[in-house]
């Protein structure tokens, strides 16, 4: 049975498009998050929220009683019983104790909206040069967690190696046992009307710059490259969305507030949003009367493959995003 009442669990970005949709449809939206940058947009937006607690996976599955307690102290007496609970990431987290607790008292729905880690990437055993650190990975991770996840909870955990990190994933059989699944065909498409209709009220922009990282992806490009191009950008009519966590310090160019979604400024832009590698790229290049635009080959990169892996997520949309081949024609599409 379906409740008037929705409590949204977003633990990341992406997560947030589930709350938006309901409120373009009108429904009653309460999110719930411990990410402080989301909690920021929603008190922008005047989201009603709940802030939850930050508890590592390790503690998840050391103490099940003391985090239960600490989820329940931060509901605050909320009737769950009335509420639909949305959940959209398989990488455990808060989110998925939720489908633990409460998928007996209430509905749970589990949006297909993210990439599926699961599905996506292989676990290499060896993904460290040190055989210690392999071996302490293998059993604190592999065999000690698991266990301790499903002896604790009941849940069902793999992991995958993902940039660096091994991240538990909730595997998707346990899901669909547990949960109600909605899944959607062209989510590039999904996502895109959902930003497109929400509002938000900020002014509108000629150029969305979303701003790279420099420090960050001078890892993998030339830094030299990266800042060239981005004073170039920065001498337009360009206003800056930073990532969120990052702190942008540009002096005497116009900025968003780094909490706001950079997909929802999309319709508040005339000209082009513009970026080195961003999925918000992909729902602009859906948009009719906007450029989308990536400057990833006018860059030097140190390592061909990362470059490759970026700009194959960027084709994935299906959108028309324009690569320009000089720093001439990159001028030409910011006029």
Same mark, same amino acid.
């Given at each position: 049975?379906?409740?008037?009442?929705?409590?949204?669990?977003?633990?990341?970005?992406?997560?947030?498009?589930?709350?938006?949709?309901?409120?373009?449809?009108?429904?009653?939206?309460?999110?719930?998050?411990?990410?402080?940058?989301?909690?920021?947009?929603?008190?922008?937006?005047?989201?009603?929220? !709940?802030?939850?607690?930050?508890?590592?996976?390790?503690?998840?599955?050391?103490?099940?009683?003391?985090?239960?307690?600490? !989820?329940?102290?931060?509901?605050?007496?909320?009737?769950?019983?009335?509420?639909?609970?949305?959940?959209?990431?398989? #990488?455990?987290?808060?989110?998925?104790?939720?489908?633990?607790?409460?998928?007996?008292?209430?509905?749970?729905?589990?949006?297909?909206?993210?990439?599926?880690?699961?599905?996506?990437?292989?676990?290499?055993?060896?993904?460290?040069?040190?055989?210690?650190?392999?071996?302490?990975?293998?059993?604190?991770?592999?065999?000690?967690?698991?266990?301790?996840?499903?002896?604790?909870?009941?849940?069902?955990? $793999?992991?995958?190696?993902?940039?660096?990190?091994?991240?538990?994933?909730?595997?998707?059989?346990?899901?669909?046992?547990?949960?109600?699944?909605?899944?959607?065909?062209?989510?590039?498409?999904?996502?895109?009307?959902?930003?497109?209709?929400?509002?938000?009220?900020?002014?509108?922009?000629?150029?969305?710059?979303?701003?790279?990282?420099?420090?960050?992806?001078?890892?993998?490009?030339?830094?030299?490259?990266?800042?060239?191009?981005?004073?170039?950008? !920065?001498?337009?009519?360009?206003?800056?969305?930073?990532?969120?966590?990052?702190?942008?310090?540009?002096?005497?160019?116009?900025?968003?507030?780094?909490?706001?979604? #950079?997909?929802?400024?999309? #319709?508040? $832009?005339?000209?082009?949003?513009?970026?080195?590698?961003? $999925?918000?790229?992909?729902? #602009?290049?859906?948009?009719?009367?906007?450029?989308?635009?990536?400057?990833?080959?006018?860059?030097?990169?140190?390592?061909?493959?990362?470059?490759?892996?970026?700009?194959?997520?960027?084709?994935?949309?299906?959108?028309?995003?324009?690569?320009?081949? $000089?720093?001439?024609?990159?001028?030409?599409?910011?006029?």
């Amino acid at each position: 049975m379906q409740h008037d009442k929705n409590l949204c669990i977003c633990m990341g970005y992406e997560s947030l498009v589930i709350p938006l949709k309901l409120m373009n449809e009108g429904k009653e939206v309460l999110v719930y998050s411990n990410r402080r940058d989301i909690l920021k947009f929603c008190k922008f937006q005047k989201i009603p929220f !709940i802030q939850g607690p930050i508890i590592s996976s390790s503690k998840c599955a050391r103490f099940p009683n003391k985090v239960k307690s600490l !989820i329940l102290k931060s509901l605050n007496g909320l009737d769950i019983q009335k509420h639909n609970i949305h959940v959209t990431h398989k #990488a455990f987290g808060l989110h998925s104790l939720f489908m633990v607790f409460f998928a007996k008292e209430t509905n749970v729905l589990f949006h297909k909206t993210e990439i599926d880690f699961e599905k996506s990437f292989s676990v290499p055993f060896f993904p460290f040069q040190n055989l210690k650190t392999n071996l302490k990975h293998i059993i604190s991770f592999w065999f000690l967690q698991r266990f301790q996840f499903l002896l604790n909870y009941g849940l069902f955990i $793999t992991y995958r190696y993902y940039l660096g990190t091994l991240i538990p994933i909730v595997k998707d059989k346990w899901i669909v046992e547990n949960t109600k699944i909605v899944d959607y065909n062209g989510k590039f498409e999904f996502f895109f009307d959902t930003y497109l209709n929400f509002s938000v009220n900020v002014p509108i922009c000629k150029n969305l710059f979303l701003f790279t990282d420099i420090n960050e992806m001078s890892n993998y490009v030339d830094k030299e490259s990266l800042m060239k191009i981005h004073e170039l950008i !920065i001498g337009h009519d360009v206003t800056v969305k930073g990532h969120p966590n990052r702190n942008v310090k540009l002096d005497n160019v116009q900025q968003y507030p780094s909490f706001i979604p #950079a997909e929802v400024l999309i #319709a508040k $832009t005339s000209n082009s949003v513009i970026g080195l590698s961003s $999925t918000t790229l992909g729902y #602009a290049s859906f948009h009719e009367k906007i450029k989308s635009i990536s400057f990833i080959d006018l860059v030097k990169w140190s390592d061909i493959s990362k470059k490759n892996f970026f700009k194959d997520n960027l084709t994935k949309s299906g959108g028309k995003i324009v690569f320009p081949q $000089t720093l001439q024609e990159l001028d030409n599409l910011l006029r």
